[in-house]
């Protein structure tokens, strides 16, 4: 599960600047400024979050960001600041939570009847893998907690022996994962990401329209580089985004927000997911699936160029079209933007030249992005381009181990992955998922739907159900394999079916407020209110469906994909 991966994010208000619109923006708040010196766009802060309400008493409690106790403070306000104060969190298990993730895992084991094609250690490992999903919902840990507690359940009982419970934490995908919390961490503390998206604000910023556009061509171009949506969002985009709109008087939390700010979150959340869906290491989740997809013997060669063929037209056209649909359902009321260009050029004065770090950082990722495109010809795997590229970062100083040390999502992710992902290969090897995809081709055959009527059906009830999650990774760890047994079973060709899902796993990042780490980041700027996340989430999600189903029809069948 994404973190924010940022770790030392604070409350930031910015000194709003004059910016022309057809809209009046005579009605600003008095300028506002920081103790320290403001800066245009703040690149390693983010606006104070509000914490996302739990849309279901079954959802986990997402975890608030760290804010740090400094607070903004008037020049016209003599109280001097203060610091907050945090009572500790609880400590152990959520009971309830608990004994209904428990409940699940014994009632499969004990009460269901055993099928008499599979074998009881298989079925005791289902029964394991269940209360394991059910606690990744439920939450009654930390998702790293719980998912080390399910892999000693395994051991303890004997379901697995040591080394085959332990064996996916050798998994080259894994590895790849969490070294792409590596790079996302670089281009953050170089400033590099912000640097890219400001000159974009520079060259397409004159309307709001074109500021929308070059936020998500911004995004699109560096997120092959730096693979975490969540660091994307909250260490480059909503800072910048935030700025702007002060800048425009568009306040957080007031109904200034329509003038400009709601409009640029939305475009921008929406966006996000056709830029992971684009490119292959645009996104853990995508690595994620591609393993999986191999696990039950769906591999793809050149996974990098395979996957971007596949998805470059929907995701471009999809790119595309979102601010412009958006543009007209949920119009700005600050259409011109001219001073933006003046703004951004006058922040990359102050950021001075590209400093010697971004350009190490810039080499360095084109070098792993040359090596995961071309990569298999050279012999050389992902991972171990991914690497090469953190290790030149440590050797030039870059990155520090520190740095590798403090990303404790990085850390978590690894435990948890490898957890499911194990668990996930023990069942395929002990014949679970054949014995359930049997199951399913039987239904699928009484209902006599032909294999692109289930592959509609089996797409959207993928997509649907995120509703019940607060993590894409999570979903794809429960539920990816699964579901692409099922697409199997049906008759839809393997790497059509397996890439399908992957790309659904980007689109429903945006469904919701806690669908995924950038939306509650982006929720959490305060621009967007809840019924509104909802309502447009669901419309857009139901525009991308159409344009990736249309689009995607006629170019996977050019490529041969059906």
Not at 154 to 174: C, D, G, H, R
């Amino acid at each position: 599960m994404e973190s924010l991966a940022l770790q030392a994010f604070s409350t930031v208000t910015t000194t709003p600047f004059s910016l022309s619109s057809r809209s009046s923006l005579h009605l600003r708040s008095r300028p506002i400024t920081k103790i320290s010196q403001p800066s245009i766009f703040p690149s390693s802060s983010i606006p104070t979050l509000r914490s996302p309400l739990k849309p279901l008493l079954l959802l986990p409690e997402r975890p608030k960001p760290f804010i740090s106790p400094i607070r903004a403070v008037s020049r016209n306000d003599s109280t001097p600041p203060t610091e907050t104060t945090t009572s500790p969190p609880p400590q152990g298990a959520k009971l309830f939570p608990l004994f209904l993730s428990v409940s699940i895992g014994l009632i499969v084991r004990f009460l269901v009847p055993k099928p008499v094609e599979v074998t009881p250690q298989a079925w005791q490992l289902l029964a394991i893998f269940l209360s394991t999903i059910a606690g990744l919902v439920l939450s009654p840990l930390p998702v790293g907690a719980w998912a080390f507690i399910g892999l000693t359940t395994s051991i303890v009982t004997k379901t697995l022996p040591f080394a085959s419970a332990f064996s996916a934490f050798t998994n080259e995908v894994i590895w790849l994962i969490v070294i792409s919390f590596f790079f996302a961490r670089g281009f953050v503390k170089t400033g590099l990401g912000d640097r890219i998206a400001t000159y974009f604000v520079k060259w397409l910023g004159k309307s709001t329209l074109g500021l929308s556009y070059g936020l998500t061509l911004s995004e699109a171009l560096i997120a092959p580089a730096m693979p975490s949506t969540t660091a994307r969002a909250g260490g480059v985009f909503l800072p910048i985004i935030k700025s702007l709109s002060l800048s425009a008087g568009s306040r957080p939390g007031d109904s200034s927000s329509k003038k400009l700010g709601s409009y640029l979150i939305q475009s921008q959340f929406q966006s996000a997911g056709n830029s992971s869906a684009l490119f292959l290491t645009a996104a853990a989740q995508n690595l994620l699936c591609l393993k999986l997809a191999e696990e039950l013997g769906i591999v793809i060669s050149s996974p990098w160029v395979s996957w971007f063929k596949a998805a470059s037209l929907p995701a471009l056209v999809s790119l595309l079209l979102t601010p412009l649909i958006l543009y007209k359902l949920y119009p700005p009321e600050t259409k011109d933007t001219p001073d933006a260009p003046a703004m951004a050029a006058k922040k990359l004065e102050n950021m001075g030249p590209v400093t010697r770090n971004e350009w190490i950082m810039v080499g360095t990722m084109l070098l792993a992005v040359a090596l995961w495109v071309c990569g298999e010809s050279l012999g050389i795997p992902s991972a171990v381009a991914a690497m090469i590229g953190l290790s030149i970062l440590l050797l030039l100083g870059v990155l520090d181990w520190n740095d590798c040390l403090s990303e404790k999502s990085a850390w978590d992710t690894l435990a948890w992955f490898a957890v499911l992902v194990g668990m996930a290969g023990q069942l395929t090897n002990l014949g679970i998922v054949s014995w359930m995809s049997g199951c399913v081709a039987k239904v699928l055959q009484s209902l006599s739907l032909s294999w692109p009527a289930a592959l509609g059906v089996l797409q959207a009830s993928y997509f649907f159900i995120h509703y019940l999650f607060a993590s894409q990774t999570g979903h794809v760890g429960a539920l990816y394999s699964a579901f692409l047994a099922m697409h199997l079973a049906a008759g839809v060709p393997g790497i059509l079916a397996a890439l399908a899902l992957a790309y659904n796993t980007n689109l429903f990042g945006a469904l919701t407020h806690y669908s995924s780490g950038q939306a509650a980041v982006y929720y959490g700027a305060g621009y967007v209110d809840l019924p509104e996340v909802f309502k447009m989430g669901f419309i857009m999600a139901s525009i991308n469906a159409i344009i990736w189903g249309v689009v995607g029809k006629f170019w996977w069948k050019f490529l041969g994909l059906y």
